[in-house]
Every structure is written in structure tokens, then in C-alpha cells.
């Protein structure tokens, strides 16, 4: 659209960013007009609003998130290797010395000779009983730094393998479900090291107080909400006279230290409930 005007000079501001072109004509005072004349001219969007710009900003701005996420992956990926190491280190060396130590004792008992045996036999099967409490427990420290068990499903199959002989001794039919959803679930290490004591200390009660023949372990997983529930059909008994001893506050303790909370129900005659409600 044409504007007329007596001004010699014309003013715009706020234009867009684009090429633009600007015609002008001259009329005098008889009507007659001149032909048009153009100068075509653009408008170039300031530095901070070119692409290139907007890209070099967003790769300084994100170029540091990028290093830390690299160097946590880094640091991350070496203590898998690191424990994988130590897994390995404690099963080959210790694992191996602890062995020969049981070994040895059952040997030195069996060559005692019949006269001396009484003076040295009970201190040979003490060594050797200590020597397998000692491998039990190594057995469970290589499990829990080792990365690739790092799944519930490995928990309980860890569980199992601690108590079949015992389960089989007294009877007990042992039972778990949703193994099959729980498979991807991992568990970061100290959280799966509180949660396989709790759990280990509350089937070995019910397996040496309860009285029962079998024992159910329940987990369920709802967002990032754990519930654990172990129940047996033992005999039971009065939580009004439960005592926080050793066992019983150790459980609670740890379940503190990893976000959840021990609940026990019980009652003479119907059983036991042990449920560990917390967050992953």
C-alpha cells in the first residue's frame, strides 16, 4: 500500500526478519509522478536468534551433562569390573584356603589315634565347623559383590539355596511367586544385601521356632514401592509378648537403612507374617 506523504525521510521500526523492498515515488505540485524507485534491503535476525547460534549454546549448555553421565558410566562399568574381580579373588583364594582348612580338620580327626582322640577331637570339629561357617559366609559376600546377580529372582534363588538341606530336614515346603515378572527387577548392592539378611534371619527363626511345614515368600512390586511378605503355618505366637532381641532388631535396622519398615503379625496356633513394605 501506498503512503503519501510530505516528509522527505520515512521511519519503520520493529520490522520482522526478512527481505524486504522499499518503492518510492515523487509527485510536484501539477500531479505528475515519477516511476517507481526500488532498493530492496533485509533484515537479519540478531546473533542469539541464528540457528547456529541457538546450536552452539545448547552444546556448551549440554556438553557438561554429557562428560558427568560419560564419567558416571565410566566410574559405574569399573566397579562392576572391580567386583566381579573381588568375587572371583574371594572364591579362588579364600574360598579355596577355608576348604583345605575344613578339609585338613576332618582328616586330623579321622588319623587321631583312639588313645589320644578324646583330647583333640573336639577342638579339630571346632575348627572344621567354623572353617564351613566361615565358607557359608564368604559364599554369601562373593553372591552379593557380584554384578551379574543383581535381580530378585537371584535373591531368592540365593535363599533357597542357603536353606534346602535345612527345608528338606524338617519337612518344610518352601514356595514363591511372580518370579517370572520379578526377572528384570534389579537391586542395587547394599539394598540387596540388607534385604538378603532380613529375609535370611526371618526364615531361619521360622524354620528353628515355628514348627510349621511351609513357608510362602511374596513379593510384589507397585511403581517404586517393595512388598515382601513371608508367611509360614507354624504354630505362632503372642506379639504382645515379643522381645526386640538381636535378630528382631537387626531386621529393623536394616530395613531403616534402605528406605522400609519390618510389620510382624502372629498369633498362637495361626502362624507367622513378616512383611517389609519400602521403596526401591
Avoid: C
Amino acid at each position: 500500500d501506498w503512503i503519501q506523504t510530505n516528509n522527505p525521510t520515512v521511519q519503520y521500526t520493529s520490522l520482522n526478519d526478512k527481505d524486504y523492498i522499499f518503492e518510492v515515488m515523487a509527485g510536484n505540485e501539477w500531479g505528475y509522478w515519477s516511476k517507481p524507485a526500488q532498493l530492496s534491503f533485509a533484515i537479519t535476525p540478531p546473533v542469539w536468534e541464528r540457528w547456529w547460534f541457538i546450536l552452539i549454546s545448547f552444546l556448551i549448555v549440554i556438553s557438561p551433562v554429557i562428560v558427568v553421565i560419560r564419567l558416571r558410566m565410566h566410574k559405574m562399568l569399573a566397579l562392576e569390573r572391580l567386583r566381579a574381580k573381588i568375587a572371583a579373588d574371594l572364591h579362588d583364594d579364600i574360598g579355596a584356603g577355608l576348604s583345605e582348612i575344613n578339609i585338613l580338620s576332618a582328616v586330623a580327626v579321622a588319623k587321631t589315634p583312639p588313645e589320644t582322640k578324646p583330647n583333640f577331637e573336639t577342638e579339630l570339629n571346632k575348627i572344621g565347623s567354623t572353617a564351613r561357617l566361615l565358607i557359608e559366609s564368604m559364599s554369601d559376600i562373593v553372591w552379593l559383590v557380584n554384578p551379574k546377580k543383581d535381580a530378585i529372582t537371584d535373591l531368592i534363588s540365593r535363599l533357597k539355596d542357603s536353606f534346602n538341606d535345612l527345608f528338606e530336614a524338617k519337612g518344610i515346603q518352601f514356595s514363591t511367586d511372580n518370579e517370572d515378572v520379578l526377572q528384570k527387577v534389579h537391586l542395587e548392592m547394599e539394598y540387596r544385601q540388607h534385604l538378603f539378611m532380613i529375609l535370611k534371619e526371618a526364615i531361619h527363626n521360622a524354620i528353628k521356632y515355628s514348627d510349621a511345614g511351609e513357608i510362602q515368600l511374596s513379593i510384589q512390586l507397585n511403581g517404586k514401592i517393595l512388598s515382601i511378605k513371608l508367611k509360614d503355618n507354624g504354630r505362632g505366637f503372642d506379639t504382645r509378648l515379643l522381645h526386640n532381641g538381636n535378630g528382631l532388631h537387626n531386621m529393623k535396622e536394616r530395613a531403616k537403612k534402605i528406605g522400609g519398615r519390618i510389620n510382624i503379625a502372629s498369633g498362637n496356633g495361626s502362624g507367622t507374617v513378616i512383611e517389609f513394605p519400602g521403596k526401591m
